[in-house]
């Protein structure tokens, strides 16, 4: 009786797990739709708008902005019938620990070769605007694209994730490290240009703020995967496995992936939150011909989250296969005492 109530409790929290996960998958894509293309999105198609304070699209929706929102919605119903199925099969912690550990170095990996490739070429191109000579090169259309926060972000900025993101599907390493190096070289650059020639930009300032942010959050997942955070907690080094991975779980449980919750939930609900409001309106810092990236900082508040859960998912996966194998091994040695 007690085996088949940890099996039971073991299966809910896998459920649990899988669901937070692909579900927070989910959230931001739906975000990305509802307020980039005016799709209706889960709560509208089911009319439950009123009781979340969801605003409706003025004048109603499309056919086909409709048929998106069925869309989205068969994805969540289909997502949460899937772990349901999933978290039948036995033996699974370890194997959806893995998948959920390589979806997370995937979203790092392509956040960072966007932010390498897109903090390069934007800073070019500000380069450009300060010496006023981009519509030289690009002519008049190309130097207004240029000199417009939007249209940089949607012709170019836009694309070069998009490439970001094919990169990172080939490159199978986590290369934050190059990130630090990077860090170093944009500020040893400031440092060269304003004490041997004396030349500084805006942009110049922008590029390291722009991959120092990257760095700090980008790195947070990483680092919980090779379990390098520092631990506040004295007698945790002396424990034995089975109840570091208990502790683990319940930390997973009631504050990892809450707070991870709370920040997408919080800067994502609504068009005007946190997250949301610089994304869309493709905010820029106000400090002269600066960089156009301050909007995909904001972004980064976002990608940290996703990470976070996904690796956080992983981990609690690990820590609860741990258990169960302990709990194994104590029934197979009770049988042998036997």
């Given amino acids: ?47 439950l708008n009123k009781i979340f304070g969801v605003e409706s699209l003025k004048g109603g929706y499309s056919s086909g902005l409709y048929i998106v929102g069925l869309v989205q919605t068969a ?24 998948r959920l550990d390589w979806l997370s170095a995937y979203v790092i990996r392509a956040a960072f070769w966007a932010v390498l490739i897109v903090g390069v070429a934007d800073a070019i191109m500000s380069f450009m605007r300060v010496e006023d000579f981009h519509k030289t090169v690009f ?9 417009l926060p939007s249209s940089r972000g949607i012709y170019i900025h836009v694309p070069l994730i998009i490439v970001a993101a094919l990169i990172a599907l080939r490159d199978k390493s986590v290369s934050l490290v190059w ?35 990257a760095l700090f959050l980008f790195a947070s997942a990483y680092t919980l995967k090779e379990d390098g955070h520092v631990r506040v907690d004295v007698f945790y080094a002396g424990l034995k496995r089975r109840t570091k991975s208990i502790l683990n779980t319940i930390g997973t449980l009631f504050f990892g992936i809450p707070l991870c919750w709370l920040i997408l939930i919080r800067g994502m609900w609504g068009k005007s939150s946190l997250i949301n409001s610089p994304m869309m309106n ?8 600066g960089m156009y ?46």
Avoid at 23 to 42: K, R, T
Avoid at 282 to 289: C, H, K, L, Q, R
């Fill in 75 to 98: 994805a969540v119903f289909g997502v949460t019938f899937w772990a349901c199925f999933h978290t039948i099969k036995k033996g699974q912690l370890r194997l959806d620990a893995a």
């Fill in 282 to 289: 493709f905010e820029t810092s106000m400090s002269g011909f």
């Fill in 1 to 47: 009786m007690l085996s088949e109530q940890k099996n039971n409790l073991s299966s809910m929290l896998h459920l649990v797990g899988l669901c937070s996960a692909f579900l927070a998958v989910l959230f931001v894509v739906n975000n990305f739709l509802i307020f980039g293309f005016n799709a209706p999105g889960v709560i509208n198609v089911l009319g």
């Fill in 179 to 213: 990130l630090t190096l990077l860090v170093v070289i944009a500020e040893f650059l400031i440092v060269v240009g304003r004490f041997i020639y004396g030349y500084e930009q805006t942009f110049m300032g922008d590029l390291v703020r722009f991959w120092y942010a």
């Fill in 139 to 147: 002519g008049d259309l190309g130097g207004a694209i240029i000199a």
């Fill in 293 to 338: 990236v301050k909007y995909l900082m904001a972004a980064f508040l976002m990608i940290f989250a996703l990470s976070m859960i996904l690796q956080f998912t992983a981990y609690l996966f690990q820590s609860m296969a741990d258990i169960q194998e302990n709990i194994t091994d104590d029934l197979d040695a009770e049988e042998v005492t036997q």
